[in-house]
């Protein structure tokens, strides 16, 4: 990979050498695999939903510009893509503007959260406050280790800027409620369905091999390669909140308490 | 060979059913499921026809009365907030594509320890909440309906098990369940349809509790049809069962009661939001205000009037109905509308395994232990808890994750890429039921400018102590199954509670055939009628509810269409009410035990 390209904080690296790895059309442990080449097999109804989603970007509307140009800059961080080619990025902006600008809630608000566009909202300018007071510079301007630092005092339930927006919303909340839905972006693209080796839409072809996670005759058996998250990053850490094997002790864990 | 493989890679092989393409329905038919279409026949009675009863809320409990009631001679309506699904068109294979299965509208959900709605637990359209129930079926166990005089917590039932037991058998042959041909737990008892092959997730469940020695049932309970069932296919394993069930192999009252009902003369408005019941000068239900698909209000007269809305719509309609002389909410003389709400402690043990599981295949609920239903004295809390297969698809295994590891960014990145080394099991968890567990109105405003439901949740210490010790359980099995990480994520499944029954009218809202103690011509038929929730699933129990007041209805049509009370005798079954072909023999005939037996083979850890 060109130097000028390799970011500390950005670029996924193979652990043993410390090389850095070049972005890929398909990451992930199922090379070839392809949900979308299966689509001849699914119903009607179903390919146009996917195919849908696929071909048709929807426009932004909810946004403007400038707090579309953050967003961005936080769904970067909040599910990096520094991996994927620019070919084979998942949009995640596209799909959550949509969903705020035809307001589609999950069917329930908590009631220490104000609703669903006006914390989407809120959190925009709470992010940019936690900024400017760690750094001195709006989000977007920070490198993408400072912008994490960000991300993580949110989802840790602790940060150090922005207490009038706090009091009214719950970081835990803001934060569950931003990662959720950009995970609803990501994992409902076909491309991470191939990542991943998610078998996809399955009707009116069924499965035949239901034992031992055996792969359908179309599915591709696993070929994992190692990797690592980028050397400066600290989104990789989650293994520090892990049950550890019995063996060596077993902390009561997950994230406790109830959501 | 490598050519072949190319060629195979290539997706040449594969980009075309090898038996050409698949039909797609024709125009005008409405199909439930591939094969099964009905006929959705219009209006049948006029705008100011009186009927005689009026159903809110189709899904469970809706769908078994309207049938029932249908098919018993009655002139019968059905209002349904949602659509009438046509399962080839509006459904799709596909995670993010079902969102519109829910209840999505606005409610408010708080207290010490609030529950999430929506896709968790609460449905709209024809159909309810089966549409998108993962289907398992079991019964209640006779301790269920005792527990305050064997425990000392929560409340009794006014009826027993042996009241219900008929009707559960009945459900059992309607769904029809599929189960293992003896079932160990409550009352014993085996399956009309065969257990059906595990997968994945259900090898790891009877793995770990066969290491620990924990008996466990495989491939059932489930309303999944293990072989085909009238126009209804078995069961293709495509796990989307939560996603609403294309194939028509899982039960809903939408494939079901529903087209038996239109075949005996029910008539269904879809897409109707009911906003109140009416009451006369007499005292009595007179029948329902609502908006239809256009917002435009009508008001439909009924004799009787039965609400199926569940834990939620049920109570909030009730309060919306407040009206001189029922200044707090109909049928609240005893105070207690909206109060005792339930849901299960649902904790979801996530365990990653060195071998490929790939749960996305086969049915989410599959495989299920109620070893530790019962109080064991020998723990520091009433009541147990079961233990059952769960499969979340990518979307919910992502927001799981988000949870049980606090993972996002490249942490997610890197967990999900293993999505398909990871296996989940649920607690089923009984949480009893609490005054301060409560439906009320909120200040905010639906789009009929409604007030909606808020929903205050909080655990008490029993509830705490339960969910503590069922977690660990359920990690000890994930662990014994061989998983080499195990992670955990609290949530709580199903919604019961709120409208409970009971024999004393002054702290029940209605009486053991679910006829309100205060307004003779009011029924509720759903969930919210459960005075307690058990470990087991409710929708077989809601089902049983349901046809057992059918026959009440029907047993007493003279007095209760004259708005008079019926005897309160338990009525004759009417096994000829099922509908057509489902309540067929062949089911192992195992005696039941006496009340209060012991089962010889239930052991307890």
């Known amino acids: 990979m060109k130097s000028q390209e390799v970011d500390p904080a950005r670029t996924p690296v193979e652990p043993t050498t410390g090389q850095y790895l070049e972005p890929m059309a398909q990451p992930g442990y199922y090379p070839g695999y392809s949900t979308l080449g299966q689509q001849a097999f699914w119903d009607a109804a179903t390919r146009r939903v996917v195919r849908r989603r696929v071909q048709e970007v929807p426009p932004i509307r909810f946004f403007t510009p400038a707090e579309a140009r953050l967003m961005q800059a936080v769904l970067d961080r909040v599910l990096p893509q520094d991996d994927r080619d620019e070919d084979h990025k998942i949009p995640l902006l596209p799909r959550i503007d949509e969903k705020l600008y035809y307001n589609r809630i999950d069917g329930y608000r908590y009631e220490d959260m104000p609703p669903y566009r006006e914390s989407h909202r809120l959190g925009l300018v709470a992010i940019d406050n936690i900024a400017a007071h760690l750094h001195r510079q709006h989000f977007v301007e920070l490198g993408a280790r400072e912008q994490e630092e960000v991300l993580q005092s949110i989802q840790s339930g602790n940060p150090p800027a922005a207490g009038e927006i706090w009091k009214i919303m719950s970081p835990q909340r803001y934060w569950s409620q931003l990662l959720h839905d950009a995970l609803e972006a990501y994992y409902s693209h076909p491309y991470a369905w191939d990542e991943i080796g998610y078998g996809g839409p399955a009707y009116p072809r069924p499965y035949f091999r239901l034992e031992r996670g055996e792969p359908e005759p179309w599915e591709v058996r696993e070929q994992r390669y190692s990797w690592a998250p980028p050397p400066l990053s600290i989104s990789g850490e989650y293994t520090a909140h892990d049950l550890s094997h019995p063996e060596v002790g077993r902390p009561t864990g997950g994230a406790g308490g109830t959501h | ?605």
């Open chain 2, 1 to 605: 060979m490598s050519d072949l493989r190319a060629l195979w890679r290539s997706g040449r092989l594969w980009n075309s059913p090898l038996g050409g393409a698949f039909e797609p329905p024709k125009a005008g038919d409405h199909m439930l499921g591939p094969i099964e279409k009905v006929d959705c026949p219009g209006r049948r009675y006029r705008e100011d026809e009186e009927v005689d009863a009026v159903i809110v809320g189709l899904g469970a409990g809706g769908g078994v009365m309207l049938q029932r009631l249908a098919k018993a001679g009655f002139k019968v309506v059905g209002l349904e907030a949602g659509p009438f699904w046509d399962t080839e068109r509006d459904w799709v294979s596909d995670e993010a594509g079902s969102h519109q299965l829910y209840w999505n509208d606005l409610r408010i959900t708080g207290g010490s320890n609030p529950l999430t709605l929506g896709e968790n637990n609460s449905g709209q359209g024809v159909g309810g909440s089966t549409v998108h129930w993962a289907a398992f079926a079991p019964r209640f166990h006779p301790s269920d309906f005792r527990v305050y005089s064997e425990d000392g917590v929560g409340a009794d039932w006014p009826i027993s098990y042996w009241d219900l037991k008929p009707y559960y058998a009945l459900m059992e042959r309607e769904l029809p369940v599929s189960g293992p041909a003896y079932f160990p737990w409550g009352d014993p008892h085996g399956y009309p349809y065969g257990p059906h092959p595990t997968t994945g997730v259900p090898d790891v469940l009877v793995k770990g509790c066969t290491a620990l020695g924990i008996p466990v049932s495989a491939g059932g309970p489930v309303a999944i049809n293990a072989g085909a069932h009238n126009d209804r296919p078995h069961c293709i394993y495509r796990g989307f069962c939560i996603q609403g069930c294309k194939v028509g192999a899982k039960f809903s009252t939408l494939v079901v009661h529903v087209p038996d009902a239109l075949r005996h003369g029910a008539e269904i408005r879809d897409r109707c939001m009911v906003a109140r019941v009416n009451m006369g000068k007499d005292g009595l239900a007179s029948g329902v205000t609502y908006f239809d698909a256009d917002r435009r209000e009508h008001e439909q007269k009924a004799r009787l009037v039965i609400v199926c809305g569940y834990a939620i719509e049920t109570p909030r309609l009730l309060l919306n109905s407040a009206c001189p002389g029922f200044e707090n909410g109909l049928a609240d003389s005893s105070g207690t509308l909206g109060k005792y709400l339930m849901a299960q402690a649902g904790n979801v043990v996530l365990g990653r395994f060195p071998e490929l599981i790939r749960m996305y295949k086969g049915p989410p609920a599959n495989s299920l232990t109620e070893h530790f239903y019962e109080t064991d004295p020998r723990r520091d809390f009433a009541r147990g808890f079961a233990v059952q297969t769960v499969a979340p698809l990518p979307i919910a295994f992502a927001k799981q994750m988000a949870t049980a590891l606090n993972a996002w960014g490249w942490g997610m990145r890197r967990v999900m890429m293993d999505y398909n080394h990871w296996a989940t099991l649920g607690v089923l968890g009984e949480i009893l039921p609490w005054a301060d567990n409560t439906v009320t109105l909120a200040e905010e405003k639906d789009s009929f400018g409604l007030p909606v439901a808020k929903v205050t949740f909080n655990l008490h210490d029993n509830d705490k102590k339960l969910m503590h010790f069922a977690r660990q359980k359920v990690e000890e099995i994930m662990w014994a199954a061989g998983a080499e990480q195990v992670v955990q994520e609290p949530r709580y499944a199903h919604l019961v509670g709120a409208a409970r029954m009971g024999s004393d009218p002054r702290c029940s809202v209605v009486d053991g055939f679910l006829q309100s103690h205060d307004i003779a011509n009011l029924f509720i038929a759903d969930g919210s009628v459960l005075p307690t929730q058990g470990s087991a699933n409710p929708g077989l129990t809601i089902m049983a509810l349901a046809a057992r007041t059918a026959d009440y209805v029907t047993a007493e049509r003279e007095n209760i269409l004259a708005r008079k009370r019926g005897s309160r005798h338990a009525p004759p079954m009417r096994h000829d009410l099922s509908p057509q072909g489902t309540a067929g023999h062949g089911v192992p005939r195992l005696k039941g035990l006496a009340p209060g037996k012991k089962d010889p083979l239930r052991t307890r850890i």
